[in-house]
């Protein structure tokens, strides 16, 4: 059996690790009981990832002779809500957890937030286990300690800064998942090269395509470079004063999309930052910072694997420009009524800029609404000319 890559979160007292190969979660008992203060852990997860799952790591803790009970929550990004989180706290109370009892989030960037924040805030702080199981968990929610919900007002404005005691990113799981969430969590992926790495960026062009297919050597070498890119971050700014700002890039954007769209199906997390990041890139060069050759470059890498790259690409509905931007400004990174943004001076030069005039991101929206009403009269035209043609 070959053993899990390791990387350490250098946090102090509160360092951890992120054990990353294909049979860590059938080692999940074995692996966690070091960090473990009791013998008891609760699994939180929810009914999808119960069925595909739950079992294989109730086997791994019954071999650890770990005690263990499981709280299950609807699927769905409806679950980062007051109300789940106050129905999760009440199961966990009920279970009579004691500070001793570790919670193990079992699943993706949903159930991480959730189970987090529950473990930050349930009898005044909980030691919580990472077990992610989406790619976009893998490399970038499940590392870090930001744990959440969302309200109607936007996305993870309510939560805590609690760090887990140890990751553990079993890839294999990875080939179970839906390409669409391969690819929402692909955006992530290269959103490390855009800000820090170009070299990992040109790495991506090559082997982007293996990956979005399930290769298991491409993944495991993405999770791996994406997460030893967050430690570093997370390493030396824990709470987001500086340098992990720029884990944001395309988020200002992609939130608001989300906050249109109402946080659903209708528009997945790594969907709307892929069309972020592009408009963080079209922002950096209208704003004369990086050459529109990058921008076009980034365009077309995410396009040939399948992600959208702009409004145009996603699900017709009608965009406002100035509800997209009421969406922005409650984003986390205003400060005196200004939006700080992620933007690039070039691949792999990710820097802050909080002289951005609201003008120039109404320009932006504006044109991006025009290209996607443009693309709708066009399939209108094509489809009435069809129906003509076939006598319809």
């Known amino acids: 059996m070959t053993a899990p890559q390791s990387l350490t979160v250098a946090l102090g007292e509160r360092s951890y690790d992120i054990l990353i190969g294909t049979t860590v979660l059938a080692e999940a008992g074995r692996l966690m009981r070091p960090v473990l203060k009791s ?13 595909l799952h739950l079992a294989r790591l109730q086997r791994a803790l019954d071999d650890a002779g770990l005690r263990h009970d499981s709280i299950v929550v609807p699927p769905g990004d409806g679950s980062k809500s007051l109300d789940q989180l106050g129905r999760l706290i009440g199961e966990l109370l009920d279970h009579k957890v004691e500070r ?16 987090g924040f529950a473990a930050a805030v349930t009898l005044r702080g909980l030691d ?39 990751v553990l990113a079993d890839t ?6 839906p390409r669409r969430e391969m690819l929402a969590g692909y955006a992530e992926v290269v959103k490390y090269g855009l800000i820090r790495d170009r070299d990992f960026f040109h790495w991506l062009e090559a082997h982007g395509a293996d990956l979005v297919e399930g290769d298991r050597a491409a993944l495991e070498h993405a999770v791996l470079e994406s997460c030893r890119a967050k430690a570093a971050v997370v390493a030396a700014d824990e709470r987001e004063t500086g340098l992990r700002a720029l884990l944001n890039l395309g988020h200002t954007f992609g939130h608001a999309l989300e906050a249109e769209t109402g946080y659903g199906d209708e528009l997945l997390h790594g969907e709307a930052v892929a069309v972020g990041m592009v408009m963080a890139l079209d922002l950096s060069a209208q704003r004369g910072h990086c050459a529109p050759e990058d921008a076009d470059r980034v365009r077309r890498h ?10 145009a690409d996603l699900a017709p509905r009608h965009w406002d420009v ?12 205003v400060s005196a009524g200004r939006i700080t943004f992620v933007l690039l001076r070039g691949i792999g030069e990710a820097y802050l800029d909080a002289a951005v005039e609201p003008d120039e991101v109404r320009a932006l929206l504006t044109c991006a ?12 035209a094509a489809a009435f000319s069809s129906r003509v043609t076939l006598g319809g």
């Open 322 to 333: 100035e509800r997209l931007i009421g969406h922005m400004n409650r984003d986390k990174k």
């Open 39 to 51: 013998d008891r852990v609760v699994i939180v997860t929810d009914r999808n990832l119960a069925g």
């Open 172 to 177: 294999s799981i990875l080939t179970t998942l």
């Open 100 to 115: 001793s009892t570790t919670l193990v989030a079992l699943g993706g960037g949903v159930i991480g937030d959730l189970a």
């Open 128 to 166: 919580f286990v990472q077990i992610p199981t989406s790619l976009l968990a893998q490399v970038d929610s499940s590392v870090g300690g930001k744990t959440g919900i969302n309200t109607p007002q936007g996305k993870n404005l309510v939560g805590a800064f609690h760090q887990p005691r140890l």
């Open 302 to 311: 995410l396009a040939a694997v399948g992600l959208p790259t702009g409004i």
């Open 369 to 380: 609404l025009n290209d996607a009403d443009q693309l709708a009269r066009e399939n209108d």
